[in-house]
C-alpha cells in the first residue's frame, strides 16, 4: 500500500487511519507511538514509524494542542543563519517573541527542498506553535501539499501568490534604486553580481529586473556579459566572482551586489587586484548589515527595516493564532538608501 499522490507525484495527505492499516495496529496505537508512549513493543513502534515515514503522515496538532495548551514557542526556519541579515534578523524576531511571552527556536535549512519539507513537518508538527518561514527551494505548489500544521508566515519574496502571509521588501523597486544612485553619478557600464543559475531563486531574479529596469530608464544598453552569475551569496563567493572576472579582463565602472556579503566579497577582491574603491570600482548593496558600516570603505547599502519586518512576523503570527480564519496578506515592509563610502558617497 503506498500514499495517494498528485499527478506531479508530491504526497497528499495521509490519515491515522491510513497509518494502522498499512502497519497493520489499531489507531490508538499510532497515537501512542506518535505520542511517544513509552508502553509499546519496539517491534510495534518500529512498523508504525515505517508506514508513517512511507506514507508522510503528519500528526493532527491542532487537536492534540486543544487539549495540551501553546508551548508559547515560535519557529524560525531559514536558509542559513550563519548569513548575517538572517542572524540579525533572528535576534530582532527574539526579542519581539520576549516582549509577548513567546521564545523562538532557530533552524537552517541550507536553501535544500528536502531540509525545508523536513522543517514543515517536524518542527511545525512537535515543537513550536508558530512558525517564520524563508524558504528558498520550495516552490508554492509544494507549501500546498506540504502545508504547515501550525500557522506560518513567508519572509522574503521567494514564493508569491500564496495561502499564507508574506512579508518583504519591494527587491525589485530597492536594486532600481541602488542602480539609479550609481547612474546619478555618472557611472554607465554597471555590472551585477548576484543573479542565480537556476530559475529558483525568486528575490535574485526580483533584483535582475530592478537593475535591468533603472537602466532602460536611463537609456543605458543591457549587457549581459556584465551580469556576474552565483551559487552562494556570502564573503568568498563576491571574492571568487571578481576576481574571476577581472583576471579574465572584464571592466566596469561600478557594481550591483544582491546582498552586503558579495560586497564585501568584492571589495576584498579589488584590494588584493589593487583597484580602488570607489575611485575605480564603485559598489552598491542591499542588506545593511553591521558590518557594512565597518568594512573599509564603508558600504552604500539599502537598508530593509528588519525591525518592522520581525514585528510584523510576530504579530501576524499571534493574529493568527488567535484566529486562524484570518486571510493571508501580502506585507511590503520599507527600506532606505544608505549612501556611504563604497559610492563615493
Request: hydrophobic letters at 40%.
Amino acid at each position: 500500500m503506498g500514499s495517494k499522490r498528485d499527478q506531479r507525484g508530491l504526497k497528499l495527505g495521509a490519515s491515522i487511519v491510513d497509518v494502522a492499516k498499512l502497519a497493520g495496529v489499531s489507531p490508538r496505537t499510532v497515537s501512542n507511538v506518535v505520542n511517544d508512549f513509552v508502553h509499546v513493543r519496539e517491534s510495534t513502534r518500529q512498523k508504525v514509524l515505517a508506514a508513517i515515514e512511507e506514507l508522510g503522515y503528519r500528526p493532527n496538532i491542532s487537536a492534540r494542542r486543544l487539549r495540551q495548551g501553546r508551548t508559547r514557542i515560535l519557529g524560525f526556519a531559514v536558509p542559513e543563519l550563519s548569513q548575517p541579515y538572517f542572524a540579525e534578523l533572528s535576534e530582532l524576531i527574539e526579542i519581539a517573541a520576549q516582549k509577548r511571552g513567546y521564545t523562538v527556536i532557530a533552524t537552517q535549512t541550507g536553501g535544500i527542498r528536502e531540509n525545508e519539507v523536513r522543517v514543515l513537518r517536524d518542527l511545525s508538527s512537535h515543537i513550536v506553535d508558530a512558525l517564520v518561514f524563508s524558504p528558498m527551494s520550495m516552490e508554492k505548489d509544494e507549501l500546498y501539499v506540504t502545508p504547515p500544521s501550525v500557522p506560518t508566515v513567508l519572509i522574503g519574496e521567494q514564493i508569491s501568490s500564496s495561502k499564507y502571509t508574506s512579508i518583504a521588501i519591494d527587491n525589485e523597486r530597492a536594486t532600481a534604486d541602488i542602480t539609479r544612485h550609481l547612474l546619478d553619478r555618472g557611472h554607465t557600464r554597471i555590472a551585477t553580481l548576484g543573479a542565480y543559475h537556476s530559475d529558483l531563486y525568486r528575490s535574485s531574479r526580483l533584483r535582475l529586473s530592478g537593475y535591468r529596469q533603472a537602466l532602460d530608464e536611463a537609456g543605458v544598453a543591457f549587457d549581459p556579459e556584465l551580469v556576474l552569475y552565483t551559487d552562494r551569496f556570502g564573503r568568498q563567493a563576491g571574492r571568487d566572482g571578481i576576481t574571476q572576472a577581472w583576471t579574465s579582463g572584464m571592466r566596469f565602472d561600478a557594481l550591483v551586489c544582491f546582498t552586503d556579503m558579495l560586497a564585501l566579497g568584492a571589495i576584498r577582491a579589488f584590494a588584493d587586484l589593487g583597484v580602488r574603491v570607489p575611485e575605480d570600482v564603485a559598489i552598491t548593496s542591499i542588506d545593511d548589515v553591521l558590518e557594512a558600516e565597518f568594512s573599509v570603505p564603508s558600504l552604500t547599502t539599502v537598508a530593509p527595516d528588519k525591525q518592522a519586518i520581525a514585528e510584523q512576523a510576530v504579530e501576524s503570527l499571534l493574529a493568527l493564532l488567535d484566529d486562524d480564519t484570518l486571510e493571508p496578506a501580502n506585507i511590503e515592509i520599507g527600506y532606505r538608501l544608505v549612501t556611504r563610502e563604497s559610492s563615493g558617497g
